[in-house]
C-alpha cells in the first residue's frame, strides 16, 4: 500500500511539475512576444515619422508625389492655424527635391530635403553616426547630411565634396549643378530613408525651383498623442484653404502601418494559444490530484464540507501551483527584456523589419494584464473540470482502499 501511494505521489509530482513548467513557457512567451511587438511597433512608428514627420499640410498636387511639384505661401496666418491645434507639439517647413549625386566613378539617385536654420536635428541626433549636424545659420549653407548607404555606395565620408545634379522645372533647360560638402552620416536602419534621402538648405530648392524665400514644399507638423493623429488631421484639414490638404503619416504609408498593425493579432493568437495550454496542462494537474485525493474528499463530505467549498479548495491549490509557474515565467520574460534592451543580443534583417535590433518595450500595466488575464481565465476554466467532486460518493470513497 505505501509503495501504490509513493507511485502515487511521483506521478501527481511529474504532472504538477509539467503543468508548472508549461505555464512558464506560456507566460514567458506572451511577455517577450509582447515586448518585442510594442518595440517594433514603437520603433518603425518612431522612424517614419521622425523623418516625415506625423501630418504633412501641403497642395492637394503635392499628394501623390514624394518631391514638392508646387509651392504654398509660407504665412503668419497659416502657422497660428497650425500652432493653435492642441495636439500640435512642432512643425516645420520642408521642400524635397530628386537630384543624383555624383563621384567621378559613380552616382545615386536622391532625395533632397531642404530645411530651414531653425529644423529640429536633435531629433535625430541617436540616428547620427560621424560627423554633425548641417550648420544652416549661413545663407545657403552648403553642407549635408547623407545616410550611410549613400556613404558606402559613393565611397565619400565626412568632410568630402560631392556634386549633385537637379533637373530644371522649366523644359530644355541644363540641369543645376551644385556642389555639397558632407558635414555629417545617419543611419536609420530604414531602407526607404538610407537609400535616398539626405538634408540640406531649404534656400537651394527654392533657388533651383524659382521659388520665393516664403514658398515652401509643405509643412512636416508633429503631435503630441500619435492616437489622436486622424483626429488631429482632420481638424488642421478643416482650418486650412481650400487648396491645401493635410495627410496623416499612416495614410502616406498606409502598407507599413497596416503590417505592423497585425502585430497586435499575432501577439492576441500567442496569448490564447498559450492560456489554452497552460490551462489544459493544469486541469490535467488537477484531476490527478481530486482523484488521488477522493478519499479525503469522502471524509470532508462526510463531516459537512459543501462541494462548492471542497471546489475552492482544490481550485486554490491549483492556482498556488499556476502562481509559481507564473513567478518562473515572468522571471525569464523580463529578464529576457532586460539583457535585450540593455545589449540588443537579437539581430534582426532591416530590409524586413526596418531595424537592425530587436528592440523592446514593455510596461507594468502590459505585464499585469497579462498575469491576471492569465489568472482569471484560468480559474474560469477550471472550475469546470472540477465538477467531477461533485460525483464522489463519500461512503465509498471513505471505504475505498
Known amino acids: 500500500m505505501r509503495s501504490l501511494n509513493r507511485y502515487k505521489n511521483n506521478v501527481s509530482a511529474k504532472i504538477i511539475n509539467i503543468a508548472t513548467l508549461s505555464v512558464t513557457i506560456g507566460i514567458s512567451t506572451?511577455?517577450?512576444?509582447?515586448?518585442?511587438?510594442?518595440?517594433?511597433?514603437?520603433?518603425?512608428?518612431?522612424?517614419?515619422?521622425?523623418?516625415?514627420?506625423?501630418?504633412?499640410?501641403?497642395?492637394?498636387?503635392?499628394n501623390e508625389s514624394q518631391i514638392s511639384l508646387l509651392p504654398i505661401n509660407e504665412t503668419a496666418i497659416l502657422k497660428q492655424d497650425l500652432a493653435e491645434i492642441d495636439n500640435v507639439s512642432r512643425f516645420h517647413p520642408v521642400a524635397v527635391k530628386a537630384g543624383i549625386l555624383k563621384t567621378k566613378s559613380d552616382f545615386e539617385g536622391i532625395l533632397f530635403k531642404g530645411v530651414t536654420f531653425d529644423f529640429k536635428w536633435s531629433s535625430l541626433k541617436k540616428f547620427l553616426i560621424r560627423g554633425n549636424f548641417?550648420?544652416?545659420?549661413?545663407?545657403?549653407?552648403?553642407?549635408?547630411l547623407i545616410s550611410r548607404t549613400l556613404s558606402k555606395k559613393l565611397k565619400i565620408n565626412v568632410g568630402d565634396k560631392i556634386d549633385a545634379f537637379f533637373d530644371s522645372n522649366l523644359s530644355g533647360r541644363v540641369p543645376f549643378t551644385r556642389r555639397f560638402i558632407v558635414s555629417g552620416i545617419f543611419n536609420s536602419g530604414f531602407p526607404d530613408i538610407d537609400d535616398n534621402l539626405i538634408y540640406g538648405d531649404i534656400g537651394h530648392v527654392q533657388k533651383i525651383n524659382k521659388w520665393e524665400k516664403n514658398q515652401i514644399g509643405a509643412y512636416e507638423v508633429f503631435v503630441k498623442d500619435f492616437k489622436q493623429i486622424e483626429e488631429t488631421s482632420d481638424e488642421i484639414y478643416n482650418n486650412l484653404s481650400s487648396e491645401?490638404?493635410?495627410?496623416?503619416?499612416?495614410k502616406q504609408y498606409p502598407s507599413i502601418f497596416?503590417?505592423?498593425a497585425l502585430f497586435d493579432f499575432n501577439v492576441f493568437v500567442i496569448l490564447t494559444i498559450m492560456i489554452l495550454v497552460g490551462v489544459i496542462n493544469m486541469a490535467t494537474a488537477l484531476l490527478v490530484v481530486v482523484l488521488e485525493r477522493t478519499r479525503m474528499i469522502g471524509i470532508l463530505k462526510a463531516i459537512g464540507f459543501q462541494n462548492n467549498t471542497i471546489r475552492k479548495i482544490f481550485l486554490f491549490n491549483g492556482l498556488v501551483i499556476m502562481s509559481r509557474g507564473l513567478l518562473f515565467g515572468n522571471l525569464?520574460?523580463?529578464?529576457?527584456?532586460?539583457?535585450?534592451?540593455n545589449f540588443g543580443w537579437i539581430k534582426l534583417d532591416p530590409t524586413t523589419y526596418?531595424?537592425?535590433?530587436?528592440?523592446?518595450?514593455?510596461n507594468f500595466f502590459q505585464i499585469f494584464f497579462v498575469n491576471s488575464l492569465f489568472l482569471i481565465t484560468s480559474a474560469a476554466l477550471l472550475w469546470l473540470p472540477l465538477r467531477i467532486i461533485l460525483n464522489i460518493n463519500p461512503s465509498q470513497a471513505i471505504n475505498s482502499r
Not at 244 to 250: A, D, E, M, R, V
Not at 332 to 341: D, E, H, R, S
Not at 354 to 362: D, G, L
Open 30 to 62: 506572451i511577455l517577450i512576444a509582447l515586448s518585442v511587438s510594442k518595440g517594433l511597433q514603437q520603433e518603425i512608428e518612431t522612424k517614419t515619422s521622425l523623418f516625415n514627420g506625423h501630418i504633412s499640410v501641403t497642395l492637394f498636387e503635392n
Open 134 to 144: 548641417p550648420n544652416l545659420s549661413q545663407n545657403m549653407s552648403k553642407e549635408i
Open 244 to 250: 491645401l490638404n493635410s495627410i496623416p503619416i499612416t
Open 258 to 260: 497596416n503590417w505592423i
Open 332 to 341: 525569464i520574460g523580463l529578464g529576457f527584456y532586460f539583457v535585450q534592451k
Open 354 to 362: 526596418f531595424v537592425e535590433t530587436a528592440p523592446v518595450q514593455i
